[in-house]
Each structure stands twice: as C-alpha cells, then as structure tokens.
C-alpha cells in the first residue's frame, strides 16, 4: 500500500479554472484529466489524504466523482467541503478536520505548529519550507503526490 495526497481538487468548479490559471479549456477537460492523473497513480489499495475542497456540485455529482476515483480516501474537510460528515463518509470517506500522524500535521489551511503541516488552500502560493508542505493541485502537476517523495522534499529543505 502506498500512501498518497492532495488537495484543492474543486471538482466541477468552474471557476477555478481562471481564479488559479489552470491550464483547462472547460470543467470537463479539467475534471477528467485530474481523475485520470488520479486513477494512473493511485491502486484500489492505496491510502490517499485529500487535504479539502474535493468537489463544487451537488450530493448526487459528488458520489458519481468519488466512485470514479481509486484509492481509500481520508478527507480533511476545506472551507469549501459544505457538506456533513455522514454525507462525505456515505461516500466512503473517512473525515477529519485536522489529522496529526506522526511529526506530520494535515489540514486544508496551514496551520503554525510545532510539526510538519502539510496542507491544500494556497494554491499557486507556495510556503514550503521544512516546516509547511502545500498538495494543491496547481503545486503537484494535478496528481496525488506519494508520501515518501513529500519527506525526500522537505527532508531536502
């Protein structure tokens, strides 16, 4: 099992695409190909941590996405993740608002803290550092990220 995460996915937000300069012509372009850069890197096996805002649609979309998506996924909820929590673990999420595993700290927005936040919110903003790691989409080629490769980068900060 490989451990994997992401973050700012903003399925079917459309306006994204120009609030952060994705590199999408439509929604569609945009949502098909993160599930594609998804599904060619994540197994069914695999732990993904999806750092928040998953997905700007309806209950029904959100569950047509998340079913085309590999991976046993943990959400750390973003400010965008409006839904409850029985609703994203009907999806078969496992939800957190902040998750500490180790030295490491998840979150969607960074925190300050005596551990390594990794987190989503920034977008094209970049605080890494060894002390603050950011998976937003725009910052890992629209693609989950291994675990390991993110402790080589900050270990090499």
Not at 7 to 14: E, G, P, R
Not at 20 to 29: H, I, L, Q, Y
Not at 94 to 119: C, F, Q, T
Not at 120 to 135: A, D, I, M, P
């Amino acid at each position: 099992m490989n451990i994997f995460l992401i973050a700012d996915t903003h399925f079917d937000h459309k306006n994204i695409i120009e609030y952060c300069n994705r590199p999408f012509d439509s929604v569609e372009e945009m949502n098909q190909a993160i599930i594609n850069n998804w599904n060619s890197t994540v197994s069914e096996k695999d732990l993904i941590f999806h750092l928040g805002d998953f997905a700007f649609c309806n209950a029904d979309r959100r569950r047509e996405l998340a079913d085309r998506l590999k991976g046993n996924i943990v959400l750390i909820k973003g400010n965008h993740d409006k839904a409850t929590v029985t609703h994203y673990e009907s999806l078969g999420f496992a939800v957190y608002d902040i998750l500490v595993i180790g030295e490491y700290i998840l979150s969607h927005r960074p925190v300050k803290s005596n551990k390594i936040n990794i987190h989503g919110h920034k977008h094209n903003l970049s605080l890494n550092s060894n002390s603050h790691f950011c998976v937003s989409v725009e910052q890992t080629g629209y693609s989950p990220m291994l675990f390991n490769e993110i402790k080589g980068v900050i270990d090499n900060e």
